[in-house]
């Protein structure tokens, strides 16, 4: 199967597991990928690599969320069993979603590699050759 199609899924697979994050977390990740499936579902192509760059900053926050989050989450003493329970059960969640999020974002990146290169400034051209 080519790359392109790869693509799609894995933003629908993202939006998937992002429905079960939001027990516990306002995740803004359902709505972008299913935004981002949306937009690579179109013949035109144009609008993708602002949807790359989204993708980009959006897993730079998650990178965050999960470095706060994961150890205020880890050292809970006074919340109950089923709350601490929810809690790790969303942070492995978040975990996979990062983790398939970064293979969505080298997925993106390498289809559209021409798309980019055609719309990026000419210094930056030069540099990815």
Known sequence: MELEGLVPKAFLIIAGISILCCLARPDFNLPLFVFAWLIWSEADK??????????????????????YWGSVWNNEID????????????????VINFIIKLAAIVLAGLTEKENFKENLPSVFSRVLG
Not at 55 to 66: E, N, P, Q, R, S
Not at 79 to 94: I, R
């Open 46 to 67: 144009s609008q993708r690599i602002r949807v790359f760059y989204l993708m980009i900053i959006t897993f730079i926050v998650d990178f965050i969320w999960l470095c």
């Open 79 to 94: 919340s109950g069993n089923w709350e601490s329970g929810v809690h790790h059960f969303v942070f492995a969640l978040c």
